[in-house]
Structures are given as structure tokens and as C-alpha cells.
């Protein structure tokens, strides 16, 4: 069990960018892979991004957000970000962190700890 506590969300115009964050107790943060997903109004929980334990931080991203996000880990403040440039619209989402021991995964039933959820509206 790690309790999550994400921010960073807000209202911005298109164009504009955000850097969500995620903080995680220190005693156990470096043997989790941790993970951002979104949800939408009326969607599914979808997979966004996601970054290996601290002996293995290879990155994973959604192909449609590959190359506008990017997701970072720093171990010594036990905290994980998501960096998001050029945000669309279509990223209007509540966005959560996650965390599970081992390899990092795209789905969402495979993380058993979950931040509370931060709000990022984007206006056209």
C-alpha cells in the first residue's frame, strides 16, 4: 500500500503546457514503477505514460502522446512527473498517478495504489 498524492492540473488554453506531480512515501517509492493515466468524462481510464523502477527507468508512452509528453522520476524527493507541452482539447482529463512493485504496465488493473486524481481542462 502507497498512498499517492498527485497536482499540478489547471485550466489553460491550447498550446499552453503543465507539469503534473506525483509524491510517494520514501520507503518504498524506489522499487515501484509508477504510471500516469487519464480519464475523461464518459471514457475509460486510459494508459498515458510510464517510467521503470529506479534500476530501470525506461520510459513507456501512449503513441498519441509520445513525443508532446514526457514522464520523469526523482528518486532522491521520491516524486514523478509528467511534463505536458502543447496541450490539445482532447487532453481534458483527470489525470492520476500510480504505482506497482516490478515492471511498469499499461493497464490500469494491474496498479494497486493510486493518487486522488488532479483536473486538467484545456480551452480552445
Known amino acids: 500500500q502507497v498512498q499517492l498524492v498527485d497536482s499540478g492540473g489547471g485550466l489553460v488554453q491550447a498550446g499552453a503546457s503543465l507539469r503534473l506531480s506525483c509524491d510517494a512515501p520514501?520507503?518504498?517509492?524506489?522499487?515501484?514503477?509508477m504510471a500516469w493515466f487519464r480519464q475523461a468524462p464518459g471514457k475509460e481510464r486510459e494508459f498515458a505514460a510510464a517510467?521503470?523502477?529506479?534500476?530501470?527507468?525506461?520510459?513507456y508512452y501512449s503513441d498519441s502522446l509520445k513525443g508532446r509528453f514526457a514522464i520523469s522520476r526523482d528518486n532522491a524527493k521520491n516524486m514523478v512527473y509528467l511534463q505536458m507541452n502543447g496541450l490539445k482539447p482532447e487532453d481534458t482529463a483527470v489525470y492520476y498517478c500510480?504505482?506497482?512493485?516490478?515492471?511498469?504496465?499499461?493497464?490500469?488493473?494491474?496498479?494497486?495504489?493510486w493518487g486522488q486524481g488532479t483536473q486538467v481542462t484545456v480551452s480552445s
Open positions: 500510480a504505482a506497482r512493485i516490478g515492471s511498469a504496465d499499461e493497464r490500469p488493473s494491474e496498479y494497486a495504489s
Open positions: 520514501g520507503g518504498t517509492f524506489s522499487f515501484y514503477a
Open positions: 517510467i521503470g523502477w529506479r534500476l530501470d527507468g525506461t520510459t
